[in-house]
């Protein structure tokens, strides 16, 4: 408990990657809620009869789901891409040697 406290309040390990994979899935899941709830208002036009509208959005939701899913991934890599490249940098600086001294 104490490492992680120590890791909290540190900034030897960022806490970003780690909320960026967090809020990717809680939006991955909202997506596939949204394209359910549309597949399930799509059942419902059905049973109404109103056959066009049913048919649009059993077409349209996994569509428009896709989309948004692969967006949203996009987005969310972009986000990591900020931390990654800061990782390497920190690799980089590391590796060169100490000129401090000169």
Request: glycine share 12%; aromatic share 16%.
């Amino acid at each position: 408990m104490i490492t992680f406290l120590q890791r909290f309040l540190g900034f030897e390990r960022l806490l970003g990657p780690g909320l960026v994979r967090v809020v990717y899935y809680v939006g991955a899941g909202l997506i596939l809620l949204f394209v359910g709830f549309t597949v399930f208002m799509a059942l419902i036009a059905l049973g109404g009869g109103n056959f066009g509208q049913a048919l649009m959005q059993l077409v349209s939701a996994p569509v428009v789901g896709a989309v948004a899913f692969v967006g949203w991934r996009f987005l969310c890599e972009l986000c990591m891409l900020a931390f990654l490249a800061y990782e390497r940098l920190c690799e980089i600086r590391d590796r060169l040697p100490d000129y401090s001294q000169f």
